[in-house]
T-cell receptor, first 114, second 117 residues
């Protein structure tokens, strides 16, 4: 059965700290791994990773994928209170389908306190 | 640019009442459309997806149904709500496989928080 596991499930840090969120997966027909940030409403897209070892970066956020060990990490440096959110990891399956079959993890709830 | 609208934002309904949640997408044609439910502390569970008008596929058996009466309109319905239908419902869209630049993520609406009393 396909599954995506995230750790930790929740995390409280102080502003300025650096955090690492983990995502491991067991999914057949892997196509890509996705990270989303969800505050109160819509998950917003952060990164799509398809190749191992290539870091994707956006400001203070970065992510990397290891397709051999089947995991990804999301790093946030110099955290700010605005980084408080649930971070969702998801894996998109490939195969002969006309739609995107995406398996979501449970999310990591990050709270950044001043 | 593409936008997705979902309404209502919140809804409180009694057990046994009907349900209709609506989602519309603008700025793209023939999108793939999805309905997810998110339970507290859990990931998103895919309920339905649609690759075209009138084409609906269900991922899990349940008390809900979906319809796509127009290309960019996706509706989630129930004839009689159960307590277990409470949750946060999200609509999403993506480009169809094979379309140019189709290696893009799904984009989500703001969701509907449904409480059943």
């Amino acid at each position: 059965e396909d599954k995506v596991v995230q750790s930790p499930l929740s995390l409280v840090v102080h502003e300025g700290d650096t955090v690492t969120l983990n995502c491991s997966y067991e999914v057949t027909n892997f196509r890509s791994l996705l990270w989303y940030k969800q505050e109160k409403k819509a998950p917003t897209f952060l990164f799509m990773l398809t190749s191992s070892g290539i870091e994707k970066k956006s400001g203070r956020l970065s992510s990397i994928l290891d397709k051999k060990e089947l995991f990804s990490i999301l790093n946030i440096t110099a955290t700010q209170t605005g980084d408080s959110a649930v971070y969702l990891c998801a894996v998109e399956k490939g195969g002969w389908t006309s739609y995107d079959k995406v398996i979501f993890g449970p999310g990591t709830s990050l709270s950044v306190i001043p | 640019s593409q936008t997705i609208h979902q309404w209502p934002a919140t809804l409180v309904q009694p057990v046994g009442s009907p349900l209709s949640l609506e989602c519309t997408v603008e700025g793209t044609s023939n999108p793939n459309l999805y309905w997810y439910r998110q339970a507290a502390g859990r990931g998103l569970q895919l309920l339905f997806y649609s690759v075209g008008i009138g084409q609906i596929s269900s991922e899990v058996p349940q008390n809900l149904s979906a319809s796509r009466p127009q290309d960019r309109q996706f509706i989630l319905s129930s004839k009689k709500l159960l307590l277990s239908d409470s949750g946060f419902y999200l609509c999403a869209w993506s480009l169809p496989r094979g379309a140019p630049y189709s290696n893009q993520p799904q984009h989500f609406g703001d969701g509907t928080r449904l409480s059943i009393l």
